[in-house]
C-alpha cells in the first residue's frame, strides 16, 4: 500500500531552470494538496485541487503552477527555478468523506536551486 | 485570518517525565484540530484530531475554545516519542486546507 508518492525525493538545479515534481496517490482522494517547509516557518500551502480538473492557489502560489489532469496525479512545476524556491516539498491527499478526515502525506521531495 | 501557533522549538524531558506540547489557534470558525508527527526519516502522519477524543501512544489532545488552545499532553514520555510535532488547523470548508504551526521538536532523553 504506497499511499502518496512523491518523484523525484532529490533534486538540484541551477537558477533558471524548470522542473516538475510530480504526486501520486493510491487511495481514490479527491483532494490534493502541495506544500513547502522552510526552516522555522512549518509547512504552507502552495497550491490544492478538489478534484480531477481542478485547480486553485493557496498561501504561497507564486513561482509555481499545478495540474491535475488525472484523479490520482498532482503534478507541482517550476517555470523558472530561483534561490528562494530551496525547500522541502511535500504533497498530501484526502478523502472528501466526512469531516475532520486527515491529510496523507509523501516523503516530501528535498530541492535546492542554486 | 486563521493562525496556529506553537511557541516552543525544541521541549527536551527526561524519560518518564510528562509532557505538554501548547498549540494556541486563531479562528473565526468552528475549528477542526490536528496533531501530526514526523519521526525521524519518516512522512507526516496523523497523530490526533480533536473530534475523535482518542489517546494514541498514550497521547491526548483537549479543545479548549475559551483558551484557543489544543495542547498535546502524555504523562510519561518514551525515547520512541522523539519527533518533530505539528499542530494543524482545518479551514476553508469543504476545501479542508492546513494551516500549521511551526512545529516543537520533542527530546525525550534517556
Known amino acids: 500500500n504506497a499511499g502518496v508518492t512523491q518523484t523525484p525525493k532529490f533534486r538540484v538545479l541551477k537558477t533558471g531552470q524548470s522542473m516538475t515534481l510530480l504526486c501520486a496517490q493510491d487511495m481514490n482522494h479527491e483532494y490534493m494538496y502541495w506544500y513547502r517547509q522552510d526552516p522555522g516557518m512549518g509547512l504552507r500551502l502552495i497550491h490544492y485541487s478538489v478534484g480531477e480538473g481542478t485547480t486553485a492557489k493557496g498561501e504561497v502560489p507564486d513561482g509555481y503552477n499545478v495540474s491535475r489532469l488525472k484523479k490520482q496525479n498532482f503534478l507541482l512545476g517550476l517555470e523558472s527555478a530561483a534561490p528562494s524556491q530551496t525547500s522541502v516539498y511535500f504533497c498530501?491527499?484526502?478523502?472528501?468523506?466526512?469531516?475532520?478526515?486527515?491529510?496523507?502525506f509523501g516523503d516530501g521531495t528535498r530541492l535546492s536551486i542554486l | 485570518a486563521q493562525r496556529v501557533t506553537q511557541p516552543e522549538k525544541l521541549l527536551s524531558v527526561f524519560k518518564g517525565a510528562p509532557v505538554e506540547l501548547k498549540c494556541n489557534y486563531s479562528y473565526s470558525g468552528s475549528p477542526e484540530l490536528f496533531w501530526y508527527v514526523q519521526y525521524s526519516r519518516q512522512r507526516l502522519q496523523l497523530l490526533l484530531r480533536?473530534?475523535s477524543r482518542e489517546s494514541i501512544k498514550g497521547f491526548t489532545a483537549d479543545l479548549n475554545k475559551g483558551e484557543t488552545s489544543f495542547h498535546l499532553k502524555k504523562p510519561f514520555a518514551q525515547e520512541e516519542d522523539s519527533a518533530m510535532y505539528y499542530c494543524?488547523?482545518?479551514?476553508?470548508?469543504?476545501?479542508?486546507?492546513?494551516?500549521f504551526g511551526t512545529g516543537t521538536l520533542l527530546a525525550v532523553q534517556p
Open positions: 498530501a491527499s484526502r478523502t472528501d468523506r466526512g469531516r475532520n478526515q486527515p491529510q496523507h
Open positions: 494543524a488547523l482545518s479551514y476553508g470548508g469543504a476545501t479542508n486546507k492546513l494551516i
Open positions: 480533536h473530534i
